[in-house]
Structures are given as C-alpha cells and as structure tokens.
C-alpha cells in the first residue's frame, strides 16, 4: 500500500507509523460501515482516503493507496460523485482528474439520506399502498376465511404504513434541517418515555 503523494515529485510519503495505524484503521472502519449501509466497502474506504489526505487524490493516488484496481476505483468513485459526498477538483499543471471529499458530515449524511433512504422508504409505502388496494379490490371475491386472512394482512399493513410514514417524517425533517446546525454542540438528546 503506497503512502499519501506529494505533488511536487510524486514521489510517496511514508508515514508515521502511529498515523499509518490510524490511517488503517479508519480506513477499515469507514469501509465496514459503509457495509453495514449497504455500501460497497470500497466506497468508505475510498471516502476515507479522501477525508484524510490534505489535498486532492488522483484516481491512480487512490488505487496505489488502497491497493485496489482502477476499474474499481473509477466505479465507486462515480457513484460517490453522484451521492455528493466526493467533488472534482482541478489540479493546477496536471491533465488528471483529481477529487476531494465532502468535509461537511452533515451535508454527507443528508446527501445519503435523501440519496437513497427517503427513495426507499417512498418505495417501500407505494407497494404497502399498492398491496392494500389490491386487497380491499379483491375481497369479496374471496371466501369467508381468506377475506378474514386479508382483513388481517391489511390490519398489519397499514401498521407498516405507520412506521413508515414516520421514517419520512424523520427523514424529512433531517434532510429539511436548518444548515447552521452544530452537531459538535449536541450534548443531550432527551428521550421521552424512557
């Protein structure tokens, strides 16, 4: 695994080992939660790079840094510019394109957010909608026990419903969320009914 370039000569860096360790294991870390999201660790990993070196990263700075292909690089590293958590950026006397990552975890999360969560969750209440309508249209043709089954599954649907209502709401209201925020001066969440 190469080391963080230096522009002027391209030449690797060796790191500290203390922040080779960190660098590691942030880069672990950033790639298992991308994972644990439904990401492709590569995808964290890669973010991670960007998040930590102090200037902008080449697609080749990128694959010798996390020993992965270039092809694999440059299909992560589009769907991270689409998901605006990574930009472009220009690189005074170089041909090649250049990226940085999105320093703002707020705006990370929000571009996330409404990326693909708040998509799903609209996806997930047009199919309860969906499944319901077709129940209730096809109800008295059914026999007297499936009509109590299918009472029964709109029973429990439209409680899908609910909750799933309330993850847009939640989703919402984030992604809706006055951009002064400070997330670092949040020091108490008060949970009501706990």
């Known amino acids: 695994m190469a080391d963080v370039q230096d522009r002027s000569d391209d030449a690797p860096v060796p790191l500290n080992p203390s922040l080779r360790a960190v660098n ?34 080449s697609l080749d700075d990128l694959m010798a840094h996390l020993d992965i292909s270039k092809a694999s690089v440059s299909m992560n590293m589009r769907t991270l510019e689409n998901m605006g958590v990574v930009r472009e950026v220009w690189v005074r006397g170089d041909r090649r394109k250049y990226y940085e990552a999105e320093s703002d975890l707020w705006r990370v999360l929000t571009n996330v957010l409404g990326s693909r969560e708040l998509r799903d ?10 499944s319901i309508d ?18 029964y599954y709109i029973a429990q649907l439209d409680h899908m419903k609910e909750f799933f209502r309330f993850a847009k709401l939640i989703l919402t209201s984030i992604l809706e969320r006055d951009r002064n925020f400070k997330v670092g001066e949040v020091r108490r969440i008060d949970m009501k009914g706990e």
Do not use: C, W
Not at 139 to 147: G, W
């Open 24 to 57: 590691d294991s942030m880069l672990d870390g950033l790639g298992q939660l991308a994972s644990y999201f439904g990401y492709n660790k590569v995808m964290g990993k890669m973010y991670g790079a960007l998040l930590l070196n102090p200037g902008p990263m």
């Open 121 to 130: 969750v609209n996806t997930a209440l047009d199919t309860l909608d969906d």
């Open 134 to 151: 077709h129940l209730r249209a096809d109800i008295d043709a059914m026999s007297e026990q499936d009509q109590i089954l299918a009472r």
